[in-house]
């Protein structure tokens, strides 16, 4: 199985839009453009699925395509998508376009990605952009991270929280976290957009709260993780200024 090292992890969730959005992507009624959704799914499964819907948020319909680009696999694993019609895991731009109006959604089920999971454990990444065959500028994009985990993490799955505060901050920050399961080696790990690791420290199971010294670093965008057993399992995105 391919090793996916957590600066990887942190490269490929940090890409941000500066731009206003023409178009929206929705992940269980939440808006997802330029962001990263996660799915799970156990590794004797055959296949991890994702539903996204497309919003048209300009006053123009427009006929949509859609590009897959596999950023990282676990060997022997594959991923293809719906789109109009399904396609192979060999292709990356939909041939067919959809048809959005003014204002208007896609249909459930119209886009569908899948993964086969080939007995792996781990995380891939696959990137779905949707752009507009007559003004390809005005494009939407997300990452998925599709998961396949063992029973030790998913038993955590529901038990880890946490808060971070203040968000923009600049001197400090707080991190309010619960862990209800008996977890050994925890920790709380803020990563810069480089995946280097800037500040760690060990946290104990149960609820706390840590205050975390920032001043020493440089503004910009930064992740606070929760880490299980040197895995990083529960990120948020801080903005230091």
Same mark, same amino acid.
């Given at each position: 199985m391919k090793k996916i090292t957590i600066?990887?992890?942190?490269?490929?969730?940090?890409f941000v839009s500066l731009n206003?959005? !023409? $178009?929206?992507?929705i992940f269980n009624d939440s808006n997802v453009t330029n962001d990263t959704v996660w799915v799970y799914e156990y590794p004797n499964q055959p296949e991890v699925v994702v539903d996204l819907i497309f919003k048209n948020n300009t006053s123009n319909g427009a006929n949509i395509k859609v590009i897959r680009e596999e950023l990282?696999?676990?060997?022997g694993t594959? !991923? $293809?998508f719906h789109w109009a019609q399904t396609y192979d895991d060999t292709v990356n731009l939909s041939t067919e376009f959809i048809y959005i109006p003014a204002g208007g959604y896609s249909q459930l089920g119209a886009f569908v990605g899948y993964y086969r999971i080939a007995d792996q454990v781990g995380m891939s990444y696959v990137k779905y952009t949707f752009f507009n065959i007559d003004n390809e500028?005005?494009?939407a994009s997300v990452i998925v991270e599709f998961?396949?985990?063992s029973a030790d993490i998913d038993e955590y799955r529901y038990t880890v929280e946490s808060n971070i505060y203040p968000n923009p901050a600049n001197s400090s920050v707080s991190v309010d976290y619960q862990l209800q399961k008996e977890i050994d080696n925890a920790s709380i790990c803020?990563?810069?957009m480089y995946g280097s690791v800037v500040k760690n420290q060990e946290i104990d199971s149960g609820i706390g709260k840590l205050q975390i010294d920032i001043s020493d670093i440089k503004s910009g965008i930064y992740f606070v993780s929760i880490c299980i057993n040197k895995e990083a399992y529960l990120t948020k995105?801080?903005?230091?200024k």
């Open positions: 600066s990887t992890l942190f490269l490929l969730i940090a206003a959005q !023409s $178009y929206d992507i990282l696999m676990l060997d594959s !991923s $293809y500028s005005e494009e998961n396949t985990i803020i990563i810069n995105k801080l903005i230091v």
